[in-house]
């Protein structure tokens, strides 16, 4: 899609008027946007809307997609780009919703979650509805996922999505990989704050620590405040302060 097109298609999206009903599936799943202050709240559901029609849902292993899933998982991608821009999301084409946990040929076990490089991810509605009913137990697949979709805006999986300026990238590759590297050596100030699967690599390092700044913002800021400066500009937010 060209990005004149894009635009276009955009604007006519946000002169659209929100559907009311969504507003109680997001009140019922996403507590988190009742949070947020009303002016970020009303940028949140301009995203939400644009992301909820612009891309392909689909449901999967005989899931019946609905308007309350559509809603509920946009809202956990818009939260991410909140003060970014949509265009973070511009490689992504289709989300597919499964029931609950999945397989995929070629993989072991089941699957709650995955983001694959042609522009999908893959969701469990169980693991999705999990994460949010707990918002602080630093565990939400969707925001897992999107976050990875982010990081591959820029090209690759690698821990390192698009940052906001040029100059920020070296304190991004120090602080990042610092933090990564005590992560895999089991320091216990990252492991407080991050759950160990994002030792596997950059990419789910920052994955994790995405899903930590959203969920664990408090503990984030007081055990490694480094990364959660990092993250915080990269964000453009700060979730351990008054609302947005």
Not at 205 to 232: C, G, I, N, W
């Amino acid at each position: 899609m060209s990005g004149l097109f894009r635009t276009l298609r955009r604007r006519r999206l946000l002169r659209r008027p929100f559907p009311p009903e969504w507003l109680g599936h997001l009140e019922r799943r996403a507590p988190f946007v009742q949070k947020l202050a009303p002016e970020a709240r009303e940028r949140l559901l301009s995203l939400l809307k644009v992301f909820a029609w612009e891309k392909e849902f689909i449901g999967a292993g005989g899931f019946t997609l609905t308007d309350e899933v559509r809603a509920v998982v946009s809202a956990t991608a818009a939260r991410l780009v909140l003060y970014l821009d949509l265009s973070y999301y511009d490689r992504l084409r289709e989300v597919i919703v499964y029931p609950d946990a999945f397989r995929i040929p070629g993989h072991t076990g089941v699957i709650l979650g995955e983001a694959k490089n042609w522009g999908t991810v893959i969701l469990s509605w169980q693991s999705v509805l999990a994460g949010l009913a707990d918002p602080s137990d630093g565990h939400a697949t969707a925001t897992h996922e999107f976050a990875h979709v982010l990081d591959r805006e820029d090209g690759a999986f690698d821990g390192t999505p698009h940052l906001r300026r040029y100059s920020h990238y070296g304190a991004w590759a120090s602080v990042m990989d610092g933090h990564f590297q005590k992560l895999r050596q089991g320091r216990r100030a990252e492991r407080q704050v991050m759950d160990d699967y994002g030792s596997v690599n950059e990419a789910e390092f920052f994955a994790v620590a995405t899903e930590s700044f959203f969920e664990k913002p408090r503990q984030m800021r007081e055990k490694t405040p480094d990364l959660y400066e990092e993250l915080k500009r990269f964000y453009g937010w700060d979730p351990a302060g008054p609302p947005p």
